[in-house]
């Protein structure tokens, strides 16, 4: 059971480039979701899905678009890089978003625009 | 709006003592969630504790109690006991019922002197 797995762990763009990050999940979960964390801010939501075919935005959603084609997988696609998307994202997912099914987080992705 | 407030950016506290972290929000829904998320330097989000707003008595898990002050709507974290692995950020969620999106604080690093 590998839980919530995030690719890359590392990236480093240049503005302008389009790049995606990935996430996917084996315990058949409904909820998915991505969080962008930066220093002093906590952790912001960029857009959710809870379930295929359905996603939504979050917090923080421009510059960022997802996809959810599968129950497994929830994609984060950044099409056109800024300095200003600098950060540590995490992906994260729950059977349902209660609290008896807490978010299972995967290890983040640092990503840097120069 | 939901909001979430960790007014202390940092705390510290001398092993096998008791430190409080304190978290406030604000949301307009009656029946909500609280959580408290601990992220160690490895990044991992682990989730620590969780209370329901319709339930009076404070929850309990081990070394960690909440103070659930809602008509204050405050949420304030104790860890008795503290021990090297404690030191992480601490973060504050909110979720409202029936909402799709959990709230965070902006975090409190906590440290352990030895």
């Known amino acids: 059971n590998a839980g919530v797995t995030q690719t890359p762990k590392f990236q480093v763009l240049k503005t302008g480039q389009s790049m995606t990050l990935q996430c996917a999940q084996d315990m058949n979960h409904e909820y998915m979701s991505w969080y962008r964390q930066d220093p002093g801010m906590g952790l912001r939501l960029i857009h959710y899905?809870?379930?295929?075919?359905?996603?939504d935005q979050g917090e923080v959603p421009n510059g960022y678009n997802v996809s959810r084609s599968t129950t497994e997988d929830f994609p984060l696609r950044l099409l056109s890089a800024a300095p200003s998307q600098t950060s540590v994202y995490f992906c994260?997912?729950?059977?349902?978003?209660?609290?008896?099914?807490?978010?299972?987080f995967g290890n983040g992705t640092r990503l840097t625009v120069t | 709006a939901q909001t979430v407030t960790q007014s202390q950016p940092e705390m510290s506290v001398q092993e096998a003592e008791t430190v409080t972290l304190s978290c406030t929000y604000d949301t307009s829904e009656s029946d909500y969630y609280l959580f408290w998320y601990k992220q160690p330097p490895s990044r991992q989000m682990i989730l620590v504790i969780r209370q329901e707003a319709y339930k009076q008595q404070n929850a309990t898990e081990n070394r960690f109690s909440v103070n659930f002050q809602k008509a204050a709507k405050s949420f304030s974290l104790k860890i008795s006991d503290s021990q090297l692995g404690d030191a992480a950020m601490y973060f504050c969620a909110l979720l409202n019922f029936g909402n799709e999106k959990l709230t965070f604080g902006t975090g409190t690093r906590l440290t352990i002197i030895p």
């Open positions: 994260a997912s729950s059977y349902r978003l209660r609290i008896n099914s807490p978010l299972h």
């Open positions: 899905s809870v379930g295929a075919g359905i996603t």
